[in-house]
């Protein structure tokens, strides 16, 4: 099973991605912010990692 792990700040959305992803056969990681995107990605190694950019 691949492993994503999902960055995203916006609860709903994160929340809402998780499970589209774990329907389709995933195993999803996330978290809130970039800080704690990088401890999970250390400590899981995931597959693949998503996560929302915002230029300022």
């Known amino acids: 099973?691949?492993?994503i792990l999902l960055i995203e700040d916006?609860?709903?959305l994160r929340e809402n991605t998780e499970?589209?992803?774990e329907l389709s056969?995933?195993?999803v990681i996330t978290a809130p912010n970039?800080?704690?995107?990088i401890e999970k990605a250390k400590?899981?190694?995931p597959d693949i990692i998503i996560?929302?950019?915002?230029h300022i």
């Open 25 to 27: 056969s995933y195993k």
């Open 34 to 37: 970039g800080k704690i995107g």
């Open 1 to 3: 099973m691949n492993t």
């Open 43 to 45: 400590a899981e190694i």
């Open 10 to 12: 916006d609860a709903a």
């Open 51 to 54: 996560l929302s950019l915002i």
């Open 19 to 21: 499970e589209l992803l």
